[in-house]
C-alpha cells in the first residue's frame, strides 16, 4: 500500500519534518541557482545590450501567468504570485535594487505600496512632496515612483492630478491596497503588558474599536508619523504601536495583532510613475486628462465618442486648470489600452471636441490586496 492512500499508516512526526528540512534545503538550493543565472542575464544585457531595460515587465507577467496556470495545489495559487515575485525582485536586486520614489514618511500607506508592489528587495526612496516625486523619476534619480491619486474615503488626491499636467511621465501601473494596521510590539513585550499604544491619530481612531476590546486600560499617545509611533514603541517596555505592517521591519518590532483597522476603513489607489509606455497587457486602463473651455454641452461632447465605441468609462474627475480661467481638466479613467482599436478611434474624437487630450498611461489594472507584475523602469 503507498504512502500516499489514506488508508496507509501516518509516518512518524520525525520523519516528516526530516522531509521537510530536506525539502527546504532543495529549495534553497535551486533558489541560489536561479539567482546565478539571473546575475549571467544581467551580465549579458549590460555587455552586449547596454540599451534594454533594465526590468521587463512582459516577461515577469508571462512567468507568473504560466507558474500560475501549472499549480496543480494544494499550493494556493494566490500564494505562487507573491512567493514568485519575491523571488524576482531579489534576484533582480543582484544586479542592482530598483530604486522606488515614494510620498514619505517611511512606514506609511505609500511606503507599504512599494513594498507590496515590488517586493521587499526594493530600495525605497522617500520624498516630502509628492512633486518630489515626480522629479526624482524625471531626473533619474529613481526608476519609479509610487504616488496616492484616490482614497475611498476622502476622494481624488489633487496634488498628483495636477502633477501630471506638467510631467511627461507615464502612469505604468496601479496599486489598489486596503488600509490595513497592525499592532507592534517590542520583541519582549506581551500584549498584556502593553500600557501605551503610539501612532497617528487617524491610525488610532480607524484602531478604536480594536483597543477598547483588547487593550482598553492603554493610554492612546498622538505620534506625527507612523516612524515616530515605531520609534516610540520600540523604546518604551510597555509601549506598542499602531502602524502599517511595513514599519515592524523598519524598527524592529514584531507583528503583535493583525488587522486592527475597523470596518469600513477603506484603501488608497496609487499610481506608479515611469518614464515609458507599456504595451497592452489584455486587462488594462487608460488614464487622460481632457481640456475644455467652460460652455453647455461641453462635457457630452467629450464623452459622446466614449459612449459611441463601447468604452466603458470608469471614473471621472474635474479639476479648474491651472493655466487659464474658466478652463477646466476633466480627468478620466477608461477599460481598455490606448493602442485598441476602439479606444485609439474615441480618443481620437475626444481630441477634436476637447481643447487639449493628455494621455497619461495606460496600464494593466490593479485588483484590491493583489501587485500588479512591477512595469518598465525603461
Known amino acids: 500500500m503507498s504512502d500516499s492512500d489514506p488508508k496507509s499508516a501516518p509516518r512518524p512526526l520525525a520523519e516528516l519534518r526530516a522531509r521537510i528540512d530536506a525539502l527546504d534545503e532543495r529549495i534553497l538550493e535551486l533558489l541560489n541557482e536561479r539567482a546565478r543565472v539571473a546575475a549571467e542575464v544581467g551580465e549579458w544585457k549590460r555587455t552586449r545590450e547596454p540599451d534594454a531595460p533594465f526590468h521587463v515587465p512582459a516577461r515577469e507577467r508571462e512567468v507568473l501567468a504560466r507558474l500560475e496556470a501549472r499549480n496543480p495545489g494544494p499550493f494556493p495559487r494566490q500564494a505562487v504570485r507573491a512567493v514568485f515575485q519575491e523571488v524576482m525582485?531579489?534576484?533582480?536586486?543582484?544586479?542592482?535594487?530598483?530604486?522606488?520614489?515614494?510620498?514619505?514618511p517611511e512606514g506609511d500607506a505609500a511606503h507599504q505600496a512599494v513594498k507590496h508592489q515590488f517586493g521587499l528587495s526594493t530600495l525605497p526612496v522617500?520624498?516630502?512632496?509628492?512633486?518630489?516625486?515626480?522629479?526624482?523619476?524625471?531626473?533619474?534619480?529613481?526608476?519609479?515612483?509610487?504616488?496616492?491619486?484616490?482614497n475611498a474615503t476622502e476622494g481624488s488626491v489633487d496634488a498628483t492630478l495636477d502633477a501630471f499636467l506638467e510631467s511627461e511621465l507615464r502612469v505604468v501601473a496601479e496599486i489598489q491596497l486596503p488600509l490595513q494596521l497592525a499592532l507592534?510590539?517590542?520583541?519582549d513585550v506581551e500584549l498584556a503588558a502593553v500600557r501605551r499604544v503610539y501612532g497617528r491619530p487617524e491610525a488610532l481612531q480607524q484602531a478604536r474599536e480594536?483597543?477598547?476590546?483588547q487593550l482598553?486600560?492603554?493610554?492612546?499617545?498622538?505620534?506625527?508619523?507612523p516612524g515616530e509611533a515605531g520609534r516610540l514603541a520600540r523604546s518604551d517596555p510597555e509601549g506598542a504601536a499602531?502602524?502599517?505592517?511595513?514599519?515592524?521591519?523598519?524598527?524592529?518590532?514584531?507583528?503583535?495583532?493583525?488587522?486592527?483597522?475597523g470596518a469600513g476603513a477603506g484603501a488608497t489607489r496609487f499610481w506608479v510613475l515611469g518614464r515609458r509606455a507599456l504595451a497592452p497587457s489584455g486587462r488594462d486602463r487608460t488614464s487622460i486628462a481632457v481640456s475644455v473651455k467652460d460652455g453647455p454641452g461641453v462635457l457630452l461632447r467629450v464623452l459622446d465618442p466614449l459612449a459611441r465605441h463601447g468604452i466603458n468609462l470608469t471614473r471621472i474627475e474635474s479639476r479648474p486648470s491651472r493655466?487659464?480661467?474658466?478652463?477646466?481638466?476633466?480627468?478620466?479613467?477608461?477599460?481598455g489600452h490606448e493602442a485598441d482599436g476602439p479606444v485609439a478611434a474615441a480618443l481620437a474624437e475626444v481630441a477634436l471636441a476637447a481643447a487639449g487630450v493628455k494621455r497619461l498611461g495606460s496600464y494593466p489594472r490593479g485588483e484590491p490586496g493583489a501587485a500588479a507584475p512591477a512595469p518598465d523602469a525603461g
Open 89 to 104: 525582485s531579489a534576484c533582480l536586486s543582484l544586479e542592482r535594487p530598483l530604486r522606488v520614489a515614494f510620498l514619505g
Open 210 to 213: 480594536w483597543l477598547a476590546a
Open 184 to 187: 507592534l510590539a517590542p520583541h
Open 216 to 225: 482598553p486600560g492603554a493610554a492612546q499617545v498622538a505620534a506625527s508619523s
Open 242 to 261: 499602531v502602524a502599517p505592517e511595513v514599519s515592524a521591519r523598519l524598527f524592529d518590532l514584531r507583528v503583535a495583532a493583525e488587522g486592527v483597522q
Open 323 to 335: 493655466r487659464r480661467s474658466w478652463e477646466y481638466v476633466f480627468f478620466l479613467d477608461l477599460e
Open 126 to 150: 522617500a520624498q516630502r512632496s509628492i512633486e518630489a516625486v515626480f522629479h526624482a523619476v524625471e531626473a533619474g534619480q529613481a526608476d519609479y515612483g509610487v504616488v496616492p491619486v484616490e
